[in-house]
Nanobody, 114 residues
Framework: QVQPVESGGGLVQAGGSLRLSCAASGSMFSITAMGWYRQVPGKQRELVALSGESSTSYADSVKGRFTISRDNAKNTVYLQMNSLKPEDTADYYC?????????WGQGTQVTVSS
């Protein structure tokens, strides 16, 4: 059983930066894919950034502003968020995909004030 745990959310002014971290415990092996999704009330959860075995992908809305990185030895993923905008306000969820199953963290809130 893999359990992702997020940290690093908070309140920031527009133009500022935040760094999210997620450590996935419970696996003896390197997790196949890790990434970040976000969700605002009344909308579907959407992909922000995903780091696979050999590639990364980003939502168009965050390209050039957000950077995903991983420490495979620690099964940890980070999301550096720069030039934040009010529309980035959401609950951010860590995702871990491993052995055909999906695991989600509890979420961390990011609020960007204008």
């Amino acid at each position: 059983q893999v359990q992702p745990v997020e940290s690093g959310g908070g309140l920031v002014q527009a133009g500022g930066s935040l760094r999210l971290s997620c450590a996935a415990s419970g696996s003896m092996f390197s997790i196949t894919a890790m990434g970040w999704y976000r969700q605002v009330p009344g909308k579907q959860r959407e992909l922000v950034a995903l780091s696979g075995e050999s590639s990364t992908s980003y939502a168009d809305s965050v390209k050039g502003r957000f950077t995903i990185s991983r420490d495979n030895a620690k099964n940890t993923v980070y999301l550096q968020m720069n030039s934040l905008k009010p529309e980035d306000t959401a609950d951010y969820y860590c995702y871990a995909g491993h052995l055909g199953r999906s695991y989600w963290g509890q979420g961390t809130q990011v609020t960007v004030s204008s």
